[in-house]
C-alpha cells in the first residue's frame, strides 16, 4: 500500500506525474510517455485543460461525432454527441432520417423556472417565523441586487421566495424554497450566490428579531427541475411508417407502442429505456458543455414523481396516427460555464447555430426522443445486438490490432454474417493464417 501523500496539489504537473508513476506503475517509461502522448501539442490548449480541474496530468479523450439531417420544428440541425459507446451516433442518424422523412420532430419548451433552497432548523413558534420571514422578504430580495441586477436588465432573476414548514419530515426543519429565471445560463453560480446572500440576511436579520434560535444548515440550488420542462414529439400515419425494416406498420405501432407501456410500468424495463434516452441526451450535453451529471439526477427524479420510475416517453395510437412523445426537465445553458472556455464547446455551439437554452433543450429533447425510437424500434423488430455488433466490430477488430487490409476483408465477411465475439477472433485467426 502506497504512504498517503500531503500537499499534492501543491506539486508542479511534472512532480505529480512523477509521483504517480513512481508509486503505481511498473513500466514506468510507457506510463510516462502515455500520459505526455495524451497533451495537446498546443501550450495553450493545454494550459487550459490542465486549468479546469485540480491536479490534472493529461487529457481523457471521447470521440465528438455529429447526427446530421434532424428536422427540428422545420429547421435542419447537425447534433454534436460526445459518447464512446459505438452504436449511439448511428442510431441516432438513423432515427433523424427516418423521421426527416416524415415531417421531423416537433418541440416545445413548456416552463423554465429553476430551484434553490436554504435549509435551516428553527426551534420557535412557526407563526413568529412566518411574520418575521413575510416582513423581511424584500430585504432578500434587495440585498442580492448586486448579484442580480445584470440578470434582472436580461429579464431574469428572482422569481419568488417561500417559507417551507417541512417539520413534519424532520425536527425543527424549514426552509426558505426560492425560485428562478436564468435565461440563457444554467444559472448555478447566480442561483447559489443569490441562495447564500438570502442565508447571511435572514440569519442577520433572525438574530436581531427572533427570539429563538435560528440556524443555517446550507444554501443550494436543486438539480432537481420539475418546472423546467421540454416536450419533443414526432408523429405519422400509420402507414407512412412503412419502410426498408418496417413491413407491416400496423403490427410495427402496436408492438413498438406496447414495449413503451412495458417501461411505464415496469421499472426494472424503464431503467433501461430510460438509459437508452440518457445515450442521446448525455453525449449533446456533454458536446455543450453542460453539466451531465444535473442533468441525470433531474432527469431520474421527474421519472419517478409519481411514486414509481417510469419510462419519460410515451405513445398512442388514436385516428390512425402513431405519435411518440417525451416530456423532461432539463436544466441546460449556452452562456457561461464552459461554453465560453472550451474550443469545442464554441464549435458545437456553432455547429448548432448558436441557440438559446431554448432552443438547446429542445434540441437535447429530440436527441433524447431519437434514441429511444432507435432502442425500441430495434428491440421490437430484429432484436439490439445485429446493429450493436456490427458497430462493435471495429471495437474487436482494434482490440486485435488489426491492419487497415485485414479490417477491410472482415467487414466485408460480416456483412452477409452474424458478429460475434469468437466469430470475429475466428475470422482474424483465418486471415493470419493464410
Ligand atoms: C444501450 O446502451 C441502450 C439500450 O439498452 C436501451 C433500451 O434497451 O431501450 C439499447
Not at 501543491?10 to 511498473?26: A, C
Not at 454474417?417 to 475466428?426: F, G, Q
Request: negative net charge; proline residues 3%; glycine residues 6%.
Amino acid at each position: 500500500m502506497p504512504n498517503a501523500i500531503s500537499g499534492f496539489s501543491k506539486l508542479t504537473k511534472s512532480e505529480k506525474i512523477e509521483w504517480l508513476i513512481g508509486t503505481y506503475f511498473s513500466d514506468r517509461e510507457a506510463a510516462r510517455s502515455l500520459v505526455e502522448q495524451y497533451w495537446n501539442a498546443d501550450e495553450n490548449i493545454q494550459k487550459l485543460h490542465d486549468e479546469f480541474i485540480e491536479n490534472t496530468i493529461t487529457n481523457y479523450y471521447l470521440p465528438l461525432g455529429v447526427a446530421p439531417n434532424f428536422l427540428i420544428n422545420n429547421k435542419l440541425y447537425t447534433i454534436p454527441m460526445a459518447i464512446e459507446e459505438s452504436s449511439v451516433v448511428a442510431a441516432a442518424s438513423k432515427a433523424a432520417k427516418f423521421w426527416l422523412d416524415r415531417g421531423g420532430f416537433k418541440a416545445e419548451v413548456i416552463s423554465t423556472e429553476k430551484i434553490g433552497q436554504v435549509h435551516f432548523a428553527y426551534n420557535g413558534s412557526f407563526n413568529n417565523l412566518q411574520s418575521f420571514f413575510e416582513s423581511i422578504k424584500p430585504k432578500l430580495i434587495e440585498d442580492t441586487k448586486a448579484i442580480t441586477k445584470n440578470m434582472e436588465r436580461r429579464g431574469g432573476g428572482i422569481l419568488d421566495i417561500e417559507l417551507r414548514d417541512k417539520t413534519e419530515d424532520l425536527e425543527n426543519y424549514y426552509q426558505l424554497h426560492a425560485t428562478f429565471e436564468t435565461l440563457d445560463a444554467m444559472g448555478a453560480n447566480f442561483i447559489n450566490s443569490c441562495l447564500e446572500q438570502f442565508a447571511k440576511t435572514f440569519k442577520q436579520e433572525a438574530e436581531k428579531q427572533l427570539n429563538s434560535e435560528l440556524d443555517v444548515v446550507m444554501s443550494i440550488l436543486s438539480n432537481y427541475v420539475p418546472n423546467c420542462l421540454v416536450r419533443a414529439e414526432v408523429s405519422c400515419p400509420i402507414e407512412d411508417l412503412k419502410s426498408k425494416d418496417i413491413s407491416n406498420p400496423k403490427l410495427f405501432a402496436q408492438k413498438f407502442k406496447q414495449a413503451v407501456n412495458i417501461a411505464e410500468v415496469e421499472p426494472y424495463r424503464a431503467v433501461t429505456h430510460n438509459k437508452g434516452i440518457m445515450n442521446g441526451i448525455d453525449a449533446v450535453v456533454l458536446a455543450t458543455g453542460n453539466d451531465f451529471r444535473a442533468v441525470e439526477a433531474g432527469v431520474h427524479a421527474y421519472a419517478s414523481k409519481d411514486g414509481s420510475y417510469k419510462s419519460l416517453t410515451h405513445c398512442s395510437i388514436e385516428n390512425n396516427t402513431f405519435r411518440f412523445w417525451i416530456e423532461i426537465p432539463l436544466a441546460l445553458g449556452t452562456v457561461g460555464g464552459l461554453t465560453t472556455l472550451h474550443p469545442l464547446v464554441k464549435f458545437a455551439l456553432e455547429m448548432l447555430e448558436n441557440p438559446t437554452a431554448k432552443d438547446l433543450m429542445q434540441i437535447v429533447a429530440v436527441a433524447g426522443l431519437a434514441q429511444n425510437f432507435a432502442a425500441v424500434k430495434s428491440l421490437t423488430t430484429t432484436g439490439i445486438q445485429e446493429g450493436h455488433m456490427k458497430m462493435h466490430l471495429l471495437n474487436i477488430l482494434n482490440q486485435f490490432e488489426a491492419t487497415s487490409e485485414e479490417k477491410k476483408k472482415i467487414v466485408e465477411h460480416f456483412k452477409t454474417n452474424v458478429v460475434t465475439h469468437s466469430a470475429v477472433v475466428e475470422a482474424i485467426e483465418k486471415i493470419r493464417k493464410i
